[in-house]
């Protein structure tokens, strides 16, 4: 089975940064797609960033250009995601999730995980 676990969550001051990990079992790595979403409360989740197995590249919503990082570490299976100058409006739940296919796309997520907190303080 599938599992994605996050990690690197908690509370942190306006301004600071997080890396937030991401532990895939249960499949080849670099057979899915994987990246991150967030969930505000009293928000929809929205897409943050996804990796490309295909063609190693990254993909940014626009509204997270610039400040948000995803990297993948193949050898040990895991995904991060790295948050800087964070901000009040970044408080969220942020959950790891991979794509049945090795090339993001616009089509939601197959696979999730638990989810992390983060919350920002300001």
């Known amino acids: 089975d599938v599992q994605l676990v996050e990690s690197g969550g908690g509370l942190v001051q306006a301004g600071g940064s997080l890396r937030l990990s991401c532990a895939a079992s249960g499949y080849l790595f670099d057979s899915y797609a994987i990246g991150w979403s967030r969930q505000a409360p009293g928000k929809e989740r929205e897409k943050v960033s996804c990796?490309?197995?295909?063609?190693?590249?990254?993909h940014y919503a626009d509204s997270m250009k610039g400040r948000f990082t995803i990297s993948t570490d193949f050898a040990k299976n895991t995904a991060y995601l790295q948050i800087d100058n964070l901000k009040p409006e970044d408080t969220a739940v942020y959950y790891c999730?991979?794509?049945?296919?090795?090339?993001?796309?616009?089509?939601?997520?197959?696979?999730w995980g638990q989810g992390t907190q983060v919350t920002v303080s300001s």
């Open positions: 999730a991979a794509l049945r296919s090795n090339y993001c796309s616009d089509r939601e997520y197959d696979f």
């Open positions: 990796f490309s197995w295909s063609d190693h590249t990254t």
